[in-house]
């Protein structure tokens, strides 16, 4: 196996929005994230993932770009992006920028030229059609695909009279990739920033660059919005592979930067090696949703709580699918969440009983797995959902979106409670450095409202308490990265243990001669386990039990790590 920097990594996602807020806005920005670089140091990361900051007019918090060649104003400046570049380097700290390449803004000057008229030099670089007319006279979107944020994944455009496709918001129309010209235009965009000295890319939506050219109607059920939810439609279409080798080609290959794509809800284990792959000659690795969706909280938005199943056994199979599929074939990326998921805490966390120990099981296992492991900030402090009384208090777009639909057939309770479970808006309050008004994070009313249980939860005071989960991540990343086990933990062979176990998460990490066990229990309760193998050494306890035999009593939430 080539051994590589990125695969030693251990990345940190920052949301910089909601990360640190330096100029008393209410907004995070750049020089908050500068600030505290110190701290992202101290947790032992050298990898981190910053959300889009460049100009936007923020309809979809900056993935919708109308500059990529600048910073917006609320995060910052073009010298700010520098100066993080440069200070982090100077920390040992790599830094990957989130390359939005399916769609810009509409205030993008590309598509207000694109949209002035129908012989626009630019307007090849969307992707305009006529729509249909019924025997009424009535203009209905060319076909009957749905968009990922509700409603048809079409537009109607007042100024030339067609329809662009937009499968974000109205306010994100998606880029043409069959345009040469247009693909010329983002790589040289992303080599700019490489010239800048990131080291890397997030690629964002990646897997939606190419559609199905012949726009005929999907025949899936129409959704309530009159829509079908046809993915396929836009997604791992066989001309997209060959976009993104040709990006690779003109853009990637010539440094030496590591790149993880966005590939999404449904995608294969065999499309992740398609991408992924050692000789794929697309991307380092790609990212995949299915482990975010392994418990039912996203079945039905009239849940119960009392509903909600935690399926360890589907999880563990998940996690295997993909650690099994991908083996000797490509490498993969793991993690929790991003800030497109509830926060893991609420999901398979125990925060009301168990916050400390649970925080630091599932930091064991991310931090154990194999594959490059990415932290969501504020997991390291095991930060929870929101617990908001109001729609008003949910920001997202989507969630907007969504409410004015779900409002025709949900009370406000039921959209609340589903909210709460399932929104964007989870992971992306302010992060929680201390008690202080607004937890730290500014000294003016933040963009999005705090959860109420930062003055329990937040850095501060976990810095000093060495029980803390944060305390737990630092000495995880530490033996991940820095002891005898690191080339076990990041190179080794996983093998899952008790794979029917409802509550027990274990498996095995072996290279050559070096064996190590992780065992975890997923549950309130204790549970009892009869190890396959004797061990020489507890290498890891989050409850500071000192096991010797192999039948292990595991106590709620415990999680191990043995040296065999
Ligand atoms: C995926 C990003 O993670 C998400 O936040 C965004 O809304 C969409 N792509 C569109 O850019």
Same mark, same amino acid.
């Given at each position: 196996?080539?051994?590589?920097?990125?695969?030693?990594?251990?990345?940190?996602?920052?949301?910089? =929005?909601?990360?640190?807020?330096?100029?008393?806005?209410?907004?995070?920005?750049?020089?908050?994230?500068?600030?505290?670089?110190?701290? +992202?140091?101290?947790?032992?990361?050298?990898?981190?993932?910053?959300?889009?900051?460049?100009?936007?007019?923020?309809?979809?918090?900056?993935?919708?770009?109308?500059?990529?060649?600048?910073?917006?104003?609320?995060?910052? !400046?073009? *010298?700010?992006?520098?100066?993080?570049?440069?200070?982090?380097?100077?920390?040992?700290?790599? +830094?990957?920028?989130?390359?939005?390449?399916?769609?810009?803004?509409?205030?993008?000057?590309?598509?207000?030229?694109?949209?002035?008229?129908?012989?626009? #030099?630019?307007?090849? %670089?969307?992707?305009?059609?006529?729509?249909?007319? *019924?025997?009424?006279?009535? =203009?209905?979107?060319?076909?009957?695909?749905?968009? @990922?944020?509700?409603?048809?994944?079409?537009?109607?455009?007042? +100024?030339?009279?067609?329809? %662009?496709?937009?499968?974000?918001?109205?306010?994100?129309?998606?880029?043409?990739?069959?345009?040469?010209?247009? /693909?010329?235009?983002? @790589?040289?965009?992303?080599?700019?920033?490489?010239?800048?000295?990131?080291?890397?890319?997030?690629?964002?939506?990646?897997?939606?660059?190419?559609?199905?050219?012949?726009?005929?109607?999907?025949?899936?059920?129409?959704?309530?919005?009159?829509?079908?939810?046809?993915?396929?439609?836009?997604?791992? /279409?066989?001309?997209?592979?060959?976009?993104?080798?040709?990006?690779?080609?003109? $853009?990637?290959?010539?440094? *030496?930067?590591?790149?993880?794509?966005?590939?999404?809800?449904?995608?294969?284990?065999?499309?992740?090696?398609?991408?992924?792959?050692?000789?794929?000659?697309?991307?380092?690795? $790609? @990212?995949?949703?299915? !482990?975010?969706?392994?418990?039912? +909280?996203?079945?039905?938005?009239?849940?119960?709580?009392?509903?909600?199943?935690?399926?360890?056994?589907?999880?563990?199979?998940?996690?295997? /699918?993909?650690?099994?599929?991908?083996?000797?074939?490509?490498?993969?990326?793991?993690?929790?969440?991003?800030?497109?998921?509830?926060?893991?805490?609420?999901?398979?966390?125990?925060? &009301?009983?168990?916050?400390?120990?649970?925080?630091?099981?599932?930091?064991?296992?991310?931090?154990?797995?194999?594959?490059?492991?990415?932290?969501?900030?504020?997991?390291?402090?095991?930060?929870?959902?929101?617990?908001?009384?109001?729609?008003?208090?949910?920001?997202?777009?989507?969630?907007?979106?969504?409410?004015?639909?779900?409002?025709?057939?949900?009370?406000? *309770?039921?959209?609340?409670?589903?909210?709460?479970?399932?929104?964007?808006?989870?992971?992306?309050?302010?992060?929680?450095?201390?008690?202080?008004?607004?937890?730290? @994070?500014?000294?003016?009313?933040?963009?999005?409202?705090?959860?109420?249980?930062?003055?329990?939860?937040?850095?501060?005071?976990?810095? &000093?308490? #060495?029980?803390?989960?944060?305390?737990? %991540?630092?000495?995880?990343?530490?033996?991940?990265?820095?002891?005898?086990?690191?080339?076990?933990?990041?190179?080794?062979?996983?093998?899952?243990?008790?794979?029917?176990?409802?509550?027990?998460?274990?498996?095995?990490?072996?290279?050559?001669? &070096?064996?190590?066990?992780?065992?975890?229990?997923?549950?309130?309760?204790?549970?009892?386990?009869?190890?396959?193998?004797?061990?020489?050494?507890? /290498?890891?306890?989050?409850?500071?039990?000192?096991?010797?035999? &192999?039948?292990?009593?595991?106590?709620?939430?415990?999680?191990?790590?043995?040296?065999?």
């Amino acid at each position: 196996m080539n051994k590589t920097w990125w695969k030693e990594a251990v990345a940190y996602q920052i949301y910089p =929005r909601s990360f640190y807020d330096s100029n008393a806005d209410g907004v995070g920005d750049l020089p908050g994230i500068i600030q505290k670089l110190d701290y +992202i140091q101290s947790i032992g990361v050298n990898l981190i993932w910053i959300g889009p900051f460049y100009k936007s007019p923020m309809d979809d918090n900056g993935y919708d770009v109308s500059d990529f060649y600048d910073v917006d104003p609320l995060f910052g !400046t073009l *010298d700010d992006a520098k100066t993080l570049i440069r200070e982090a380097h100077a920390r040992g700290i790599k +830094i990957l920028l989130d390359l939005v390449l399916n769609h810009t803004s509409d205030e993008h000057p590309w598509f207000i030229e694109s949209r002035s008229s129908r012989t626009s #030099p630019k307007r090849d %670089y969307y992707i305009w059609r006529d729509g249909k007319v *019924d025997a009424k006279g009535h =203009r209905h979107p060319p076909t009957n695909w749905g968009s @990922f944020f509700e409603g048809s994944a079409w537009n109607y455009d007042e +100024i030339s009279g067609q329809y %662009y496709m937009k499968i974000f918001s109205d306010k994100m129309p998606d880029l043409n990739w069959e345009s040469a010209t247009l /693909r010329q235009d983002m @790589f040289k965009m992303a080599r700019w920033w490489l010239d800048q000295g990131v080291d890397g890319f997030r690629v964002d939506a990646i897997a939606h660059l190419a559609r199905d050219l012949s726009f005929t109607d999907s025949t899936l059920p129409l959704n309530r919005h009159h829509v079908a939810p046809d993915w396929g439609k836009f997604s791992n /279409r066989p001309e997209l592979f060959g976009y993104l080798r040709e990006f690779h080609d003109e $853009v990637l290959r010539h440094y *030496d930067c590591m790149t993880v794509g966005e590939v999404g809800g449904g995608a294969s284990v065999e499309a992740g090696v398609k991408y992924a792959g050692y000789d794929s000659q697309i991307f380092n690795m $790609v @990212f995949n949703f299915d !482990t975010c969706w392994k418990n039912n +909280i996203f079945a039905n938005d009239n849940l119960k709580d009392e509903d909600i199943v935690i399926d360890v056994v589907d999880m563990k199979a998940t996690f295997n /699918r993909w650690i099994q599929g991908m083996k000797d074939k490509g490498w993969m990326p793991h993690y929790w969440l991003n800030h497109d998921h509830p926060r893991v805490m609420s999901q398979y966390g125990d925060p &009301k009983h168990h916050h400390r120990e649970s925080g630091a099981l599932l930091g064991t296992i991310l931090l154990t797995l194999p594959g490059t492991p990415f932290i969501y900030n504020g997991e390291e402090i095991g930060m929870t959902n929101v617990d908001y009384t109001s729609v008003d208090d949910f920001t997202d777009i989507w969630v907007k979106n969504y409410v004015k639909e779900a409002s025709k057939h949900l009370t406000m *309770d039921q959209i609340l409670s589903h909210l709460r479970r399932t929104s964007r808006n989870n992971a992306r309050t302010p992060m929680q450095w201390s008690d202080a008004l607004y937890a730290g @994070f500014s000294t003016a009313k933040p963009h999005q409202k705090n959860v109420g249980n930062y003055p329990t939860i937040n850095v501060a005071a976990q810095d &000093k308490d #060495p029980d803390s989960i944060l305390n737990a %991540y630092r000495a995880l990343i530490q033996l991940r990265r820095h002891s005898d086990l690191s080339e076990v933990l990041i190179y080794g062979d996983f093998k899952l243990m008790f794979p029917e176990h409802p509550h027990v998460f274990a498996y095995h990490r072996t290279l050559g001669k &070096k064996h190590v066990m992780v065992v975890t229990n997923l549950s309130a309760q204790p549970n009892q386990v009869v190890l396959p193998t004797a061990y020489r050494k507890v /290498r890891y306890s989050n409850v500071h039990s000192a096991p010797t035999t &192999k039948a292990l009593h595991l106590q709620p939430y415990e999680a191990l790590i043995l040296e065999v």
